[in-house]
């Protein structure tokens, strides 16, 4: 759990990115703010094309070349010794010091995060080179005894093969074994689990979470899967089309969520305690981030739109309950409509 009184482990403000494309500018992310404190799991959920990757990549500056950032935009890190401005590193060497340094991320496809002409081991033991103060030797116990950790048995075995000789799953561990054997302060997931079947996928997360506890870094956890953030994350943030909707303590917004966007997502969820209740997606199709609506982004599929004011006033955002903040005009006293 995070300690409340300390400064957040990595702030996020303002943060908006565009894409140059042939077609002109797309927006991907729009003034989107969040915190993560050490030890806390923040879940971002939100439709495919949301953002969330992006966002993700935002805190490791591995957005494409073609990526803009908004001049307001602000990302910062705090290490306990000092504060890294992460938009503002320009040098290979500094931007190393926060790629696998001080933040790991585990992608959704394994074998993207392997080179296929390395062992496994090899790779891992190179990670350490670059961000330890380890020897060689010591880089390849630890990398072992990480393996070992993540449950791959027969661990000095494994760690001379290649990426392609691991099953599915042990491929995810030992991704996840690289990513926290740098102990990083912070873990970007992006969707970590949707590949595997349902119960590697809860072995997988539980062995996440335990390294993390033990570890006592932050971690950003990408899903669609409101399921899993509801049993992972301390804190969840809503995303949709490149803005954040809602954000708040799980709980609350999952049981109680005050956002309209937020109440689709989980009345779209098939419930296992009642298999005959019709499921009911949010109607409509994401529009595309060319055709950005106005006015909320979430007007052309919301049913509770107020004409004339929804399609042309972003709503503010309001904390409707400490810490639990929602963008929607039925929600702001200012709004006149609470
Ligand atoms: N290099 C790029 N050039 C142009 N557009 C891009 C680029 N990278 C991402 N985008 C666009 O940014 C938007 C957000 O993409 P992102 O990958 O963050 O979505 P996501 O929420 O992670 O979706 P998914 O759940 O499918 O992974 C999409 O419209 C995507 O096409
Ligand atoms: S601001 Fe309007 S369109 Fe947006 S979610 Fe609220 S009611 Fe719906
Ligand atoms: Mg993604």
Same mark, same amino acid.
């Given at each position: 759990m995070p300690d409340a009184n300390q400064q957040p482990l990595i702030s996020v403000e303002n943060l908006s990115i565009q894409f140059r494309t042939s077609e002109g500018l797309v927006t991907a992310v729009d003034n989107v703010s969040f915190d993560i404190q050490a030890g806390e799991v923040l879940g971002l959920v939100g439709e495919s094309g949301s953002g969330k990757s992006v966002t993700a990549k935002a805190l490791m500056l591995l957005n494409a070349e073609n990526a803009v950032y908004g001049e307001h935009s602000r990302i910062t890190v705090n290490t306990g010794a000092d504060t890294i401005d992460? *938009?503002? *590193?320009?040098r290979p060497q500094d931007r190393m010091q926060i790629r696998g340094g001080l933040i790991s991320m585990i992608f959704q496809e394994p074998m993207a995060s392997? @080179?296929? @002409?390395?062992s496994v081991g090899s790779q891992m033991v190179e990670q350490l080179l670059l961000h330890t103060t380890m020897t060689k030797a010591e880089a390849r116990e630890h990398s072992i005894d990480m393996l070992n950790r993540v449950g791959i048995s027969d661990a000095s075995k494994r760690f001379k093969q290649y990426a392609f000789e691991f099953s599915g799953g042990m491929r995810q561990r030992a991704m996840i074994a690289m990513a926290l054997s740098t102990k990083p302060r912070l873990l970007i997931a992006d969707e970590p689990t949707t590949a595997l079947d349902v119960t590697i996928q809860a072995h997988v997360i539980d062995l996440m979470l335990d390294l993390v506890e033990e570890f006592k870094m932050g971690i950003l956890f990408i899903t669609h899967d409101l399921g899993v953030i509801a049993q992972t994350a301390d804190r969840v943030a809503v995303m949709y089309l490149g803005n954040l909707l809602e954000t708040g303590p799980v709980r609350p917004v999952i049981r109680t969520p005050s956002h309209p966007y937020t109440r689709g997502l989980l009345n779209a969820l098939p419930r296992l305690d009642d298999l005959d209740a019709p499921l009911t997606p949010i109607p409509g199709d994401i529009p595309s981030p060319l055709e950005r609506p106005g006015g909320c982004v979430f007007h052309t599929r919301c049913s509770q739109a107020i004409a004339g004011q929804c399609n042309s006033v972003a709503p503010a955002v309001v904390e409707v309950q400490p810490d639990h903040r929602v963008a929607c005009v039925l929600r702001d006293p200012a709004g006149g409509r609470v």
């Open positions: 992460v *938009l503002s *590193l320009q392997f @080179a296929p @002409a390395m």
